[in-house]
Structures are given as structure tokens and as C-alpha cells.
């Protein structure tokens, strides 16, 4: 696939970030607005025996994190409060709960996790000024079918814009994976088999949307796998770097617990602590925009702010109204 990296070097179009050795580098010299003066890659992450993305931060991104946690901290989209509570739910939707079980015991397919897997792609189909907002390339209404000895390629960066919807689903995959795995560790049987569904079938929708993806984007029939495959490997890494970051910052997830996060002023950071919404931030850019725009961009920040919002929105659901699928995201709020 010949990419807009390609006059690089060998496989150098897969990404501005390239896995060498177990390391991911950022190909600054490739790179749209990733340069560096001496042209040198730069380590963003390493997978090391303490830990599976190990970010490595450089001095200047310690040196930017107290303005940034100012700036989130007084953005009032994040305050406690900022967000109305959910309606309550005093028990499953009985219809949901009897699809649970059908698709649970697999006795005529999934007929649960569809509810889920739709209000993902609402995201994907029908948020085209939120994508915008974010500068994340719109999703074409085209077909995936290419005709036999098809010889369309991908065009000039294509890549780029495959990937940057993919880490736009992974984002909503992540945060409702991340929910239901705080929901399962005081699930009993009949929940952990929910989650265990909800699991499987959210990422193999989101599997198949970005193999899609890469259909529509002309990659030849024979390299899908192996590009869904690198694709996976980025994705991955950057959920646990997500999983890892609120770990570490938040703590024990409880409804107010990010806001509260967020408000912490830098003098009640504990140490190796750098701020919640730094971090996130800073994962964001070297993800979703593959290290290439500005650290003050406007479109990062308010992806940002989404990301934090939508985390607090999820963390104020209750177990009922989760498992019935009966709640939608949050506004941006912009």
C-alpha cells in the first residue's frame, strides 16, 4: 500500500509511528507537522517487563502539563456537576434482559449487543459536525465490493484517514468497555455473562467496521488481514495506555471520581502523577493524530474534552439502565 510515507523507506507508509523491536517510534522527518530539528524518530512508548505502553515522556511535555491541567481544570465542561444525572432504572428492561440470556446462551445469535453496536455507529454515520469539529475525516458512503482483478489502490493519504476513524470508533468501543468492566467486578453470573458478551461482540463489530473501512479504501484483497492486523496492534496499545491513565490518575472509578480527578490542584498530585487530562490529552495526539498536530491544537483539546465528558457521563450510569442500553452520549457541550 503505498501510502503518502512511502518514498520513506520500506513500510514506512503504515504509520508516522512504526512498531520496530517492540517499540513504536514517530517518524518525525515523515511525518506532516512532526519534525525535529536534528531529524532524529522520537520514542513515544515502549513496551517494558513493568509495563505493557510504558509513554515516555520528554521534558518539554512536563513542562507543558501544569498550563494544561490549569486550562481543564477552569473549563467549566468538566467541573462537578457539569453533567445532569442519568434518569434511574430500577431493574433491567425486561426485553433486554431476555436477549441477554438468548444471546448469552447463544441459542439463536446475538440479539443483545446490536443495541450497543448501534449506538456506536451513530457516532461513526451520523455525527458529521462533531467528526469536523475533531477533524476527523468523514466516513464515505461508497461501496466495499471490488470487481474481480480489481486494480484500484489506495490513494495519497488514504492511510491516514482509515486510520483516524478507526481510533474514532476505538474511542467509543473503549469507554463502553471500560464501563462494563467496572460494572462486572461486582457482577454475579448472569452479568459477568453480559459483560462477557458485550465484550466479544463490541470488538468483533468493531473488527469488521475497520476491515470495512479498508475495503472501501481500495487496499488490495490480499493485504486487508495483514493491515487490520497492524491496525489491532495500534488500537490495542492505545486502549491500555487509556486503561493505564485513568488507573493511575483517578483511582477507584465512582460517579464523581474523574471530575474530581480533573479538579485536583497540581499541589495534591501524588508522585509520578501528571494530571488526568494532560495524559489523556497527550494519548490522544499520539494516537489518533499519530503525533502530528500542534500540542495546543484546538480540534486535540476539545477531543480531549469529549473523551473526559463522555467517561463522566458513563461513570453516573447505574447498572440497569447500562444493560438495557437505555442512555445516549453525552453532548459535547462546545
Request: aromatic share 10%; charged share 25%; glycine share 8%.
Amino acid at each position: 500500500w503505498a501510502g503518502p510515507l512511502g518514498r520513506c523507506g520500506p513500510r514506512a507508509w503504515r504509520a508516522p509511528g512504526e512498531l520496530h523491536g517492540g517499540r513504536l517510534w514517530l517518524l518525525q522527518r515523515c511525518g506532516a507537522a512532526a519534525g525535529s530539528a536534528s531529524g532524529q524518530p522520537q520514542q513515544l512508548w515502549d513496551i517494558t517487563p513493568e509495563r505493557w505502553v510504558d509513554i515516555k515522556y520528554q521534558e518539554e511535555d512536563l513542562a507543558r502539563f501544569p498550563a494544561e491541567r490549569a486550562a481543564f481544570r477552569a473549563d467549566r465542561r468538566l467541573q462537578p456537576g457539569a453533567l445532569a444525572p442519568h434518569p434511574t432504572q430500577g431493574r433491567i428492561d425486561t426485553l433486554m434482559a431476555l436477549r441477554g440470556l438468548v444471546s448469552s446462551l447463544r441459542i439463536f445469535g446475538d440479539c443483545y449487543a446490536t443495541a450497543f453496536e448501534e449506538l456506536i455507529f451513530e457516532r461513526m454515520a451520523e455525527q458529521p459536525s462533531l467528526m469536523e469539529c475533531f477533524r476527523i475525516p468523514l466516513i464515505e458512503d461508497k461501496s466495499v465490493v471490488q470487481e474481480l482483478h480489481s486494480k484500484a489502490v489506495p490513494g495519497e493519504g488514504d492511510y491516514f484517514r482509515v486510520r483516524m476513524q478507526a481510533y474514532w470508533l476505538a474511542v467509543h468501543v473503549w469507554l463502553l468497555h471500560n464501563k462494563q468492566h467496572a460494572l462486572q467486578e461486582s457482577e454475579g453470573v448472569y452479568g459477568s455473562a453480559l459483560c462477557a458478551l458485550l465484550t466479544r461482540r463490541l470488538f468483533e463489530f468493531q473488527w469488521n467496521r475497520i476491515r470495512g473501512l479498508l475495503h472501501a479504501a481500495d487496499v488490495p484483497v490480499m493485504s486487508v488481514t495483514n493491515e487490520l492486523q497492524d491496525l489491532q496492534e495500534f488500537i490495542f496499545g492505545f486502549c491500555v495506555a487509556l486503561d493505564d491513565v485513568f488507573r493511575e490518575e483517578v483511582g477507584p472509578q465512582g460517579e464523581d471520581a474523574v471530575a474530581r480527578a480533573l479538579a485536583a490542584e497540581d499541589s495534591a498530585l501524588g508522585a509520578g502523577r501528571f494530571g488526568l487530562a494532560p495524559r489523556v490529552k497527550y494519548t490522544l495526539w499520539a494516537n489518533v493524530y499519530s503525533g502530528q498536530p500542534q500540542h495546543d491544537a484546538e480540534h486535540l483539546y476539545e477531543l480531549t474534552v469529549y473523551l473526559l465528558r463522555q467517561k463522566m457521563a458513563l461513570d453516573k450510569l447505574t447498572r440497569e439502565p447500562f444493560f438495557s442500553c437505555n442512555f445516549t452520549w453525552a453532548d459535547h457541550g462546545a
